[in-house]
């Protein structure tokens, strides 16, 4: 979809004429099925690789366009945020040291991004969402501007008639209403492919589907979006949620959202899987370059099923089935979307030998999996370990086992046959699958964040502590270390972050906030049992009115405990920005004779920042 010109499908002409091009690409799929057209060996493996593209304060960075233009090379291309970018492997051919040679051309692909971004003063960090992300950073202003992703956003916002609701319980909340889809952009990913029989083309779906679980426990790497705890890999919850065109009402027209793990075992050929899609999911955008596929397969060409493929690439399944055609040939391939960047290479690498080493390996008593577990618990599987990660408890032949136990026991065997069948080398075998296994006994990436933002937390704002998070893993993130050896680290040693520091690193935004028609006897009781010297007072509209200091009240004694507080508190308020230089907020208390600084943005209160905060 990426190369193509697009446009939103509005006249009933074009959908007219959209959907006859849709039709034909099936017919001309299912012909080149029937007559063995389809390329069944050699197999071929290849990877997408995004990650995001950063400030030197690791924060997320609007220059995406100058950094591709700077690392000029075809492998890269956009994606929707400005802040993120992706590689395209070259697809290699799936024997011997293929995946060690993928490591390789990778890093040496990523070496041209770090050059290419320190050109624009910006960096590159893999990880599947990057923990710096602000609110302001999904905003439309941070779209990359192509014509392809507003119309994509006009699309999916026209679909739906109504704002993207996001509703997120982990350990934390989130309660979001957003009125484009630029979450997608939060979420960055390492997505695998691997070409698939197409006799057996169905059964490997459904047994990629049997595995997902398992696999995504092992790999979660998300677990904090806009400093908020969530699931161990947030982006499941976030990407279902964030392209959802389904409004909120009663009769769901789409009983599916664009975004899905899927309904039900899949019958048939690849082709009833699209078109199960097309009876699901309504077209949204168009393009002028259809073909007529049956006419070029009659003139003995291979067609390009564009029509289908613009489709296929509005409806995001986390086992994706793709058409290509590579060499004159076509293929079919099976497209793993649910793993997360980073946060290393090497892990990456690691995720994706034991995918595809279970997918390769599937065992005789797994076969007709449709037949042998229900789809229900397949699928539950799947959103437990988005939760949970390493702490799952999986559903499996109807017992319930843990994620150590599935990973250790049944998943790391079966994906070591799997790829001493395909030749591959002992070495990489040995190498990439001791990861996952190291990993299933001591910890994954989500893990290894999780424990260090609850321990810089005792000591640092949320901000502060994720800048920091962020800056250890770009430090480390093409090192030996793969995260199951990464430790608890102190910032102090590890990191000397060229802080240019500003309100946001150090004010407290865990405040106690009062209403301005409170009593105030009530109050100054709250400020005496909780040791606090300055209480933000607001109004019904949640604005901020004034402050009711210690001063204040010590000035009243106990003479006037029946007034309200909005007849005691300080009015005339001096307050700063989020984004304002620490250095700022120092010079507006000294000069003051104060110890108190509101943070505000319009009138809604932030935070607040005192002389012990500094």
Same mark, same amino acid.
């Given at each position: ?38 390329? #069944? ?19 997320? *960075? ?266 004159? %040939? ?78 250790? *026991? ?49 000591? %640092?704002? *949320? ?11 770009? %430090? ?29 690193? *150090? ?33 019904? #509209? ?60 319009? %009138? ?11």
């Amino acid at each position: 979809m990426g190369h193509l010109d697009v446009k939103q499908l509005k006249s009933p002409k074009d959908k007219a004429s959209y959907i006859h091009y849709l039709i034909k690409d099936l017919e001309a799929l299912d012909m080149m099925l029937n007559k063995d057209l389809i390329e #069944k060996e050699p197999i071929r493996i290849g990877a997408e690789q995004e990650f995001c593209v950063t400030t030197d304060q690791y924060f997320p *960075n609007n220059n995406n366009l100058d950094v591709l233009e700077a690392i000029n090379d075809d492998h890269f291309t956009t994606e929707i945020g400005r802040y993120n970018l992706e590689i395209n492997s070259d697809p290699l051919l799936l024997k011997g040291d293929c995946f060690s040679v993928l490591q390789q051309q990778l890093m040496a692909l990523l070496e041209k991004a770090v050059h290419g971004a320190k050109i624009h003063n910006s960096k590159v960090v893999l990880t599947g969402i990057l923990p710096t992300l602000r609110l302001k950073h999904i905003a439309e202003n941070y779209m990359t501007d192509m014509p392809r992703y507003h119309v994509l956003n006009n699309a999916l916002k026209a679909s739906r008639r109504e704002c993207f609701s996001i509703h997120i319980k982990g350990v934390d909340e989130l309660n979001l209403i957003h009125d484009n889809v630029m979450l997608e952009a939060c979420n960055t990913s390492f997505q695998t492919h691997l070409q698939i029989h197409p006799d057996e083309f169905v059964e490997k779906y459904n047994w990629a589907q049997a595995i997902a679980g398992p696999v995504l426990s092992s790999c979660a790497n998300s677990p904090v979006l806009f400093g908020r705890e969530l699931w161990a890999e947030t982006r499941i919850a976030l990407f279902t949620q964030s392209i959802d065109t389904r409004a909120n009402s009663f009769i769901h027209k789409e009983k599916q959202s664009r975004v899905s793990f899927g309904a039900d075992w899949e019958k048939g050929t690849v082709t009833d899987i699209f078109r199960d899609h097309i009876s699901r999911f309504r077209s949204l955008l168009s393009s002028d370059e259809h073909d007529d596929s049956l006419e070029k397969l009659e003139r003995g060409e291979i067609p390009k099923l564009r029509a289908l493929q613009l489709h296929n690439g509005t409806v995001y399944k986390w086992n994706r089935v793709c058409y290509g055609v590579g060499g004159g %040939k076509p293929h079919l391939r099976i497209e793993c979307r649910y793993i997360p960047s980073g946060p290393t290479l090497t892990d990456e690498i690691a995720n994706m030998v034991f995918w595809v080493g279970l997918m390769l390996g599937q065992p005789e008593h797994y076969k007709e999996i449709h037949k042998k577990m229900d789809f229900k618990d397949i699928k539950n599987n799947f959103f437990k370990a988005a939760r949970n990660g390493m702490e799952t408890q999986f559903k499996w032949k109807g017992e319930l086992v843990s994620a150590r136990n599935i990973i250790l *026991n049944e998943c790391i065997p079966i994906a070591k046959k799997g790829l001493e069948k395909a030749n591959i080398n002992a070495e990489d075998i040995v190498k990439y699958l001791s990861i996952i296994e190291r990993r299933a006994k001591s910890k994954n990436g989500s893990q290894w964040m999780v424990d260090n933002y609850r321990n810089l937390q005792k000591n %640092k704002t *949320n901000f502060e502590s994720l800048q920091n998070i962020t800056a250890y893993m770009y %430090k480390h993130q093409f090192g030996d270390k793969t995260v199951d050896q990464w430790e608890l680290f102190d910032p102090n040693d590890n990191l000397r972050i060229d802080v240019s520091r500003i309100v946001k690193h *150090n004010m407290n935004t865990k405040i106690l906030l009062v209403d301005q028609n409170d009593s105030l006897e009530l109050v100054s009781h709250i400020m005496k049992w909780k040791n606090i010297h300055h209480l933000p007072v607001i109004n019904k #509209k949640k604005e901020l009115t004034g402050l009711l200091t210690w001063t204040d009240l010590i000035k009243l004694g106990d003479r006037e405990l029946h007034l309200r507080v909005k007849d005691v508190m300080t009015k005339d308020l001096i307050t700063i920005s989020q984004e304002a230089p620490l250095e700022e907020a120092k010079r507006l208390m000294d000069s003051n004779g104060i110890n108190c600084l509101p943070v505000v943005r319009n %009138k809604e209160l932030l935070g607040i920042l005192t002389s012990s905060d500094l």
